[in-house]
Structures are given as C-alpha cells and as structure tokens.
C-alpha cells in the first residue's frame, strides 16, 4: 500500500515536471504567433505584461502581407523547399543505403570506415566550413541551389541511425530471401525498407528540422535574393528605423508553420525510430 502510494506521487511529481518543461519551451511560440497578430507598438509596449498573451488590437491581414513582402517570403521558400526537399528525400536514399551496407554487408576496411563515420558525427559544421566554402569557391558553385544541398545529403549521423536499427532488425527474414535468389538489392527494397519506416521517419524528420532552418551556411554562400532561403530573410527586418517586430514575428511564424506539421504528421514514427535504433544498437 505505502509502495504504491509513493509510485502514485512520484507518478503526478514527474507528469508535473514533464508539464512545466512543456510550458517553458511552448512559451516563446505562443508569444511569437500572439506578437503577430497585433500592432508593431503593442508588441514593444506589452512584452514585459500578460498583455503579451493577448492579441487585441488585431493587425493580423497587414502583418502578414509586411512579412511577405519585406521577407520575400515566397521567393525563399521555394529556395528552402527545394534545398530541404533534395537533402531529404535523396539523403534518406543515400544514408539508408550506406547503414545498410555497414550493418549487413561484408567488405575489406569495414571496420575502419565505420570509425570514421563514427567520428565524423562529432564534428560539428563550423570546423569545415571554411574549408568546404573554399572548395565550393575552386569549382565556382557559390551562389547556387546545388551549394546549399550537395554538402548535406551523406551525413554521418543518420548513417549510424539507420546502422543501429538494421543492426536490430532479425537477420532470419534476409537469410531466408537470400536462400530464394534474391540479391543484397532485391532484399533491401522487399522486406528491409518496409521494416524500417520508423527510422526513415526519424531520419527524415531530423533532416528536415536541420535544413529547414540552415542559417550559417546560405550566410556563407547566398548572395542574391533568388538563393536565399527562408532564415536569411530574417535579416531583412534590420533597418535603420525602428524594427517592425510584428511583420517580423508574423515572419517566423509562417516560417515555424511547416515544421510543426511535418513533425505532427510524422512522430509517432519518429517516436519509434529512435526508440528501435536506440534500444537495438
């Protein structure tokens, strides 16, 4: 009795806990997608209040329209979905492969290449990038789409994702494909990928998340409007006069907007993904 009485506490103590963390990273998005709503003076004058919490007066329409038009909004969003679209979908392709050939192939310097890759998810991107504009300088690719997503589609990280969960999955069903005709290829598309969603739903999400909102990087090499994608219009807000906070809100609003559907749409895979590569690595 006493037992279950302290599992009970410890229960509403840790869903509390969960809650209050939950408020605290929900809050500046309430404040952010309120802030765009009302006036540019309100936004200034009811930061430090709980008016911040309440949109009145609204300006959403005029808002929205300063957004687009200050922050070319549409002009980078095809930039950005472009660059994301192409770093997704041809690097869930490129990494899955690569994981799987780690995890289930045999070859000379197996070993040796998982390190590196092993070793290359510790390096963070602004040690080479540098060096990586620089080259990208030597072929004469800045100031181009193919700059922005070639350098990103083989990543490290999601290549030991996927070589963690096909390392948990059960060798049982290939042997028994392999022992039917079927070549490594065959077998990979038959019966692994459709066993992997969750963690091509994870890789995917994570992805998304990091190109969506690439900043250093089309700093680096995006020089003309048409290239440049959604975080850089940002920038656009600074003027000389005052800043206009609420377009600029109503900005990162409609920039926000995409990866919380796509993260809605996809987390109970997500959830799974890196719940299986975790637990079975």
């Not at 430090?48 to 200050?70: E, H, I």
Request: proline share 6%; glycine share 6%; net charge positive.
């Amino acid at each position: 009795m006493i037992t279950s009485k302290i599992r009970s506490r410890h229960g509403i103590l840790s869903y509390a806990a969960m809650t209050l963390l939950g408020l605290f990273f929900v809050l500046p998005i309430v404040i952010m997608v309120i802030g765009s709503m009302k006036s540019n003076s309100n936004v200034i004058s009811d930061q430090t209040s709980l008016r911040a919490f309440d949109p009145r007066p609204f300006q959403v329409v005029d808002n929205y329209q300063g957004a687009a038009d200050t922050g070319r909004f549409f002009t980078s969003l095809r930039v950005s979905v472009i660059v994301s679209g192409v770093i997704v979908l041809v690097g869930l392709i490129v990494n899955s492969l690569c994981g799987y050939a780690l995890a289930r192939l045999r070859f000379r310097g197996q070993r040796a290449l998982f390190l590196v890759i092993v070793a290359l998810v510790i390096i963070p991107f602004e040690a080479i990038a540098v060096p990586l504009l620089l080259m990208m300088s030597e072929v004469e690719w800045t100031n181009t789409l193919r700059v922005q997503f070639l350098p990103f589609i083989a990543q490290p990280l999601y290549i030991f994702l996927f070589y963690a969960f096909f390392r948990g999955l059960p060798a049982e069903l290939e042997e028994a494909a392999r022992l039917d005709g079927a070549g490594p290829y065959r077998i990979f598309w038959s019966i692994v990928f459709p066993l992997a969603r969750p963690a091509y739903a994870s890789a995917a999400i994570l992805s998304f998340l990091y190109s969506w909102g690439q900043f250093l990087w089309p700093v680096m090499v995006a020089r003309t409007e048409n290239v440049r994608p959604l975080p850089i219009g940002l920038t656009f807000f600074r003027g000389t006069g005052t800043p206009q906070w609420s377009e600029l809100l109503a900005y990162a609003t409609l920039m926000v907007l995409p990866v919380v559907i796509v993260f809605v749409a996809f987390q109970r895979h997500f959830v799974q993904g890196v719940a299986a590569s975790g637990l079975k690595g």
